[in-house]
């Protein structure tokens, strides 16, 4: 297989997770390079067995693959030991396979604060955060103050450098939120704990995927959240706070541009979004009580219900350009079954012009109305469907016409959570 990154195109929950899981079979690293367990990667094996992962790469229900968590990830010890223990406790021992770039930065506890003191202030203009303290970690490791795994792993250093993180975030708390301040020995005792269990995964990266690259080995990079979660190319500021696009893989890991060979994208067959910001092609109420719950549409890290509403070509165009990607997975496509009419969105209409392109504003954003093409449904089951050719016809029209619209091919396309729903095209 070639050395292949898999974003979502969306606002994340596209289903990477299933995706990653049928692709790591022919891949031999799998690795995650940017978010941390704000992700919620769902995976049922065929078993009917439902795993959901945050921070360890999907590959790990994979024997024998090796899985790497990258420099470009935020780590936080607590949920990776937690993570590791929920997989040995369910039969899958996670040994030497998982390796940890020494230079991920550490989520600590006073970041998961400064994530729900944020939000609590800042009131209606709230992001809709997962609270795992992810921006004020990137916020740590942009303003150059972060705490690093390789930092833990020197007592001294760690010492240093968390004394001088909790005096700034006391300042922080006591003046800015009125909140009470955090303690030094506290926090070091927890982490110098969770140091004895985590150390053994501490790699050099860089060094390892490149080894694995001049072996012909294959790579696997598994994007978390989406393409307009992207604190770059998404609808800021209602992003998160990494690089979730394709670009993020390389930074995130150590592994040069050269060596990216293909960049699949991951679609719903609709659009979901968690959280706060501009969703232009949001359902009314009824239809989204109807998809939501056809669907499953919970959040799999914090179980809030996500926003969902029709498929938009708008925002798929415009992954398609930010991360190159050459095929898409279209997902989910049963959960329309039920549907006697889908509509897909084409343009916004904006201040009284229709626009094929997205705006550049939030403000703008939220002027969008969406333009619709509407295609009779199919109202049949396709769950049991196991290639393209048994579909119904309506259902095949729907995906020649996602396709057309975008101008890329649709190679896999998903029916359902489990292995077998799933298949190639073409
Ligand atoms: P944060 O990543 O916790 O800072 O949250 C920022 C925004 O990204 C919020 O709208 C979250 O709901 C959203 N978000 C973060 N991770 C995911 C994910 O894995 N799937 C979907 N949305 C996510
Ligand atoms: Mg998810």
């Known amino acids: 297989m070639p050395n292949l990154v898999v974003v979502g195109a969306q606002w994340g929950d596209e289903g990477k997770g299933k995706i990653i899981d049928l692709l790591a079979e022919q891949a031999d690293v799998i690795i995650r390079f940017q ?6 990667h769902t995976v049922v094996l065929d078993t009917g067995e439902e795993f959901v992962l945050h921070l360890i790469p999907s590959g790990i229900l994979h024997p024998g693959k090796r899985c790497v968590i990258g420099n470009g990830v935020v780590v936080d010890p607590e949920a990776l ?3 590791i223990d929920a997989l040995t406790g369910r039969g899958i021992p996670v040994t030497d ?3 940890v770039s020494d230079q991920a930065h550490l989520i600590l506890p006073y970041h998961k604060m400064l994530d729900k003191f944020k939000e609590a202030k800042v009131g209606p203009g709230k992001i809709g955060t997962t ?4 921006g004020p970690c990137y916020t740590d490791k942009a303003a150059r103050v972060g705490i690093r795994f ?5 007592d001294a250093v760690f010492r240093q450098k968390l004394r001088y993180n909790v005096e700034e975030k006391n300042e922080l708390f006591t003046t800015l939120y009125h909140a009470p301040t955090i303690h030094f020995d506290e926090i070091y005792a ?17 060094v390892v995927l490149n080894q694995a690259i001049a072996a012909g080995q294959s790579l696997l990079f598994e994007g978390a959240q989406g393409s307009w979660l992207d604190i770059d ?6 992003v998160t706070s990494s690089s979730a696009t394709a670009g993020g893989a390389c930074t995130g890991s150590g592994v040069g ?3 990216i060979d293909q960049v699949l994208g991951v679609a719903k067959a609709y659009t979901t979004r968690v959280g706060e910001g501009p969703f232009p092609t949001e359902f009314p109420p009824a239809l989204m009580e109807q998809i939501r719950t056809k669907g499953k549409e919970f959040g799999a890290t914090t179980g809030r219900p996500r926003r969902c509403g029709w498929f938009d070509a708008v925002l798929v165009r415009q992954a398609i350009l930010v991360n190159g990607i050459d095929e898409l997975a279209v997902t989910k496509l049963d959960v329309l079954d039920d549907s006697p009419t889908v509509k897909i969105c084409t343009g916004y209409r904006l201040d009284g012009r229709v626009v094929a392109e997205p705006p550049s504003t939030i403000e703008a954003w939220g002027r969008c109305e969406p333009v619709y093409e509407e295609h009779s449904g199919w109202l049949a089951d396709t769950a049991a469907a196991t290639g393209v050719e048994e579909l119904p016809r309506p259902a095949r029209a729907y995906l020649r016409r996602l396709a057309d619209l975008l101008q890329t091919k649709i190679s896999i396309v998903s029916v359902g959570s489990r292995r077998e729903q799933a298949f190639r095209v073409g």
């Open 190 to 206: 927890q982490y110098a704990r969770a140091r004895e269990r985590i150390a053994r995964y501490a790699c050099n990266v860089t």
């Open 257 to 259: 541009p050269r060596h």
């Open 81 to 83: 030991i937690a993570e």
């Open 233 to 238: 190319h998404g609808t800021y500021p209602y």
């Open 35 to 40: 978010g941390g367990n704000n992700a919620g």
């Open 97 to 99: 396979q998982l390796l």
């Open 150 to 154: 390789a930092d833990l792993l020197d």
């Open 131 to 134: 609270g795992r303290g992810i």
